[in-house]
């Protein structure tokens, strides 16, 4: 009988360290414009990089300047084939700073979510 216990056990564990793969996040990895930046010139458009693929249609990226007003269009989109990154259009940039909230959903359903300044020199 004890023998059975331990290799349900065992099997158990092997289960869920095969399945803890399967658990993970899609982490920002890298933003383009990146946190933090001062851009000397407006970007035409705001990369996330995630560290897994994640889904357009369960995803979102808002840029807003100061008062909040939205400077994005369109939805999220992958770039070329990757499937770990989106992309979205922006409106031409006033010097100012802007914030980007994002929500990304993963292809196994989690959700992340996060935020970050830029500012465009003036």
């Known amino acids: 009988m004890q023998r059975r216990s331990f290799l ?4 158990a564990a092997t289960i869920l360290l095969t399945a803890s ?13 990146p946190a933090g930046s001062k851009q000397p010139i407006p970007p035409p458009v705001v990369t996330l990089t995630f560290s897994e693929a994640v889904e357009t249609r369960f ?14 269009f369109d939805t999220p989109q992958h770039v070329g084939d990757d499937p770990k990154t989106l ?19 993963s292809v196994d359903t989690h959700k992340t979510q996060g935020s970050y300044t830029f500012t465009v020199a003036g």
Not at 8 to 11: K, L, T, Y
């Open 8 to 11: 349900a056990a065992g099997f």
């Open 59 to 72: 995803s979102t990226i808002a840029v807003t300047d100061a008062h909040g007003k939205r400077v994005d």
């Open 21 to 33: 793969p399967g658990q993970a996040h899609a982490l920002l990895r890298q933003a383009d414009p």
């Open 87 to 105: 992309s979205v259009p922006l409106h031409t940039l006033s010097p100012g700073t802007y914030t980007v909230t994002w929500h990304a959903t």
